[in-house]
C-alpha cells in the first residue's frame, strides 16, 4: 500500500490544497521580497530583520489556512503532550517560513519558504518556494514532484567524478575531510539543497543539527523525484519518527535511492 492510499484526501482535494498553498508562499516570497537583502551592514548577522521576516511570513501563511481549512493545524502551535493525544490534529503542517535566513538578510539568492501537509504523521504534500529565483517546487508525496508544475527526477545512474557535486552544511570542514573528487559546495539552505538533489543539479547533499522544519517538505520532494535520505551507516531516515521536535544531530545524505554509498566512501568524520 502507498502512502496515498493510506490518505483520506481525494484528488480534488489535493489540487485544491495544492493550488492554495502555492499562492500563498508565492504572496509570502513577495512580502520577503521587500526585506532582502536590507539586513543591517554593521553587524554579521541581522537578527531583528530575520525575526521580523519570519513573524511576517508565518502571519501571512498560517492565518490563510486557518481561515480556509478547518481542522488544520501547525507543529509550532503544538506542544509536546498534544502530538501524543488522541485529540492530535488529523492535518499538521509544518512551515519553515525562512530557511536560509543568513543568504536572505545578507542579499543572497538562496533561500525560501517551505511547507509540508502530514495526515495522521504520514507526508502528504510538500512545497518550497524560492522567491529570488522564482523556483517553486511541490510534490505529491511518493507520486510525483515538479518544479513549476513541470516534473523533476534525480540523477539517474549517478556515478562519482570531477564534475560531480556534493551540497553540504556550513562548517562541514569541521567534521569531516574527504577525498571526493567532485565539487562541494553550500548554498545556505538545507530545503534548497535537497530541491537541488531532486531535480538533478546535484548528485547528493549532507546534512546534520537540522529540524524537522528544515527538512519536512524537502524531503517528500526529494522522494518523489526518486531520491531518499539516509543516516551515513545507510540507516533509513523516516521524518514522521521526529515530529516531536527533537534536533537531529547524526549526519544525513540525501542522494538517489541506491546511490548513497558511492558518496559516503569519500567521507571520513573527523
Not at 525562512?98 to 502528504?124: I, K, N, R, T, Y
Not at 543539479?201 to 517538505?217: E, F, H, T
Amino acid at each position: 500500500m502507498t502512502l496515498y492510499e493510506q490518505q483520506s484526501l481525494s484528488d480534488r482535494d489535493l489540487r485544491t490544497l495544492k493550488e492554495f498553498v502555492e499562492n500563498s508562499l508565492r504572496k509570502s516570497g513577495s512580502l520577503l521580497m521587500e526585506m532582502y537583502g536590507k539586513g543591517n551592514k554593521s553587524t554579521k548577522f541581522d537578527d531583528e530583520l530575520v525575526t521580523l521576516a519570519d513573524n511576517a511570513a508565518w502571519k501571512m501563511i498560517s492565518g490563510k489556512i486557518h481561515d480556509s481549512f478547518d481542522g488544520h493545524c501547525f507543529l509550532r502551535e503544538l506542544t509536546a503532550d498534544q502530538m501524543s493525544s488522541d485529540d492530535c490534529p488529523r492535518f499538521l503542517w509544518i512551515l519553515d517560513t525562512l530557511d536560509g535566513a543568513a543568504s536572505f538578510q545578507a542579499g543572497m539568492p538562496v533561500w525560501g519558504v517551505s511547507a509540508a501537509l502530514f495526515e495522521l504523521f504520514w507526508p502528504v504534500l510538500g512545497f518550497l518556494y524560492l522567491p529570488v529565483t522564482n523556483e517553486l517546487y511541490s510534490a505529491y508525496a511518493d507520486r510525483e514532484a515538479l518544479l513549476n508544475d513541470q516534473p523533476i527526477h534525480v540523477r539517474q545512474d549517478p556515478t562519482v567524478d570531477n564534475e560531480s557535486l556534493i551540497l553540504v552544511y556550513s562548517r562541514f570542514h569541521r567534521d569531516f575531510v574527504s577525498d571526493f573528487p567532485g565539487k562541494i559546495r553550500n548554498f545556505g539552505s538545507s530545503a534548497g539543497h535537497l530541491a537541488y538533489v531532486a531535480r538533478g543539479a546535484a548528485d547528493a547533499c549532507i546534512l546534520k543539527n537540522v529540524s524537522i522544519p528544515d527538512l519536512a517538505a524537502g524531503s517528500i520532494i526529494l522522494e518523489a523525484a526518486g531520491g531518499q535520505i539516509k543516516f551515513l551507516d545507510g540507516t533509513d531516515f523516516h521524518v514522521g519518527e521526529y515530529l516531536d521536535g527533537k534536533r537531529i544531530d547524526q549526519p544525513l545524505i540525501a542522494a538517489p535511492k541506491n546511490s548513497h554509498a558511492l558518496f559516503v566512501r569519500h567521507l571520513k568524520e573527523i
